[in-house]
């Protein structure tokens, strides 16, 4: 069994807040490296067009889950989850959430650290449900969003700006207890022994 809950294979997902692991200036060392590999167009539209936009939002708007690889050198950033606009008690919370991963990392990286990103995020949020918003010209995103359960809802017609254009996007969902299905189903196969919270 992994030293952390949400690890499997060498690839894990971590609660940003609070947390030792991450060196000081880890926000904007973060920023630049998605800045220069020009993720966050698609990875984040309409949330970070600055430094301060996204140092900002990760302080004050949402929770960050940052995911992360083992390494002989440690552990470095392969993605990033988050979470925000909170709302509910817990165990009846809703939440939206938001998913990017860093260019050239291998598909079964992505895959496991989604796994253990969205277990993390459900577990420590308490959530029910969550939420998401897809720019439809990224269908990348939704083939990999229905992998792991989400829903398509309706479409947002010009709902997101990107470079002060607004664009159409779509709206999915996930709900704990379907996730808790297919993670379970998934946790059998991989050999991942997992956490299951009251609900």
Same mark, same amino acid.
């Given at each position: 069994?992994?030293?952390?809950?949400?690890?499997?294979?060498?690839?894990?997902?971590?609660?940003?807040?609070?947390?030792?692991?991450?060196? /000081?200036?880890?926000? *904007?060392?973060?920023?630049?490296?998605?800045?220069? $590999?020009?993720?966050?167009?698609?990875? %984040?539209?309409?949330?970070?067009?600055?430094?301060?936009?996204?140092?900002?939002? &990760?302080?004050?708007?949402?929770?960050?889950?940052?995911? %992360?690889?083992?390494?002989?050198?440690?552990?470095?950033?392969?993605?990033?989850?988050?979470?925000?606009?909170? /709302?509910?008690?817990?165990?009846?919370?809703?939440? %939206?959430?938001?998913?990017? &991963?860093?260019?050239?990392?291998?598909?079964?990286?992505?895959?496991?650290?989604?796994?253990?990103?969205?277990?993390?995020?459900?577990?420590?949020?308490?959530?029910?449900?969550?939420?998401?918003?897809?720019?439809?010209?990224?269908?990348?995103?939704?083939?990999?969003?229905?992998? &792991?359960?989400?829903?398509?809802?309706?479409?947002?017609?010009?709902?997101?700006?990107?470079?002060?254009?607004?664009?159409?996007?779509?709206?999915?969902?996930?709900?704990?207890?379907? &996730?808790?299905?297919?993670? *379970?189903?998934?946790?059998?196969?991989?050999?991942?022994? $997992?956490?299951?919270?009251?609900?």
């Amino acid at each position: 069994m992994s030293d952390y809950p949400y690890e499997h294979h060498g690839i894990g997902a971590f609660a940003y807040k609070n947390n030792k692991m991450f060196p /000081d200036g880890y926000l *904007g060392i973060t920023y630049f490296e998605c800045k220069n $590999q020009d993720i966050l167009k698609w990875g %984040m539209p309409g949330l970070a067009s600055s430094m301060d936009d996204f140092i900002a939002f &990760f302080h004050s708007k949402a929770i960050l889950f940052p995911l %992360m690889e083992k390494t002989d050198e440690g552990w470095k950033t392969i993605g990033l989850a988050w979470i925000d606009a909170i /709302d509910g008690v817990e165990y009846d919370r809703r939440a %939206m959430i938001g998913f990017m &991963f860093y260019r050239k990392t291998p598909y079964w990286k992505t895959e496991h650290a989604t796994w253990m990103g969205l277990k993390c995020i459900f577990d420590t949020g308490k959530l029910r449900i969550l939420q998401g918003v897809q720019l439809l010209s990224n269908p990348v995103a939704n083939r990999h969003s229905r992998k &792991f359960g989400f829903d398509d809802i309706c479409i947002l017609p010009s709902a997101v700006s990107v470079k002060g254009e607004l664009k159409d996007a779509r709206l999915v969902s996930l709900t704990a207890e379907k &996730f808790d299905k297919i993670f *379970g189903e998934w946790a059998e196969t991989a050999g991942f022994n $997992q956490i299951n919270p009251v609900r």
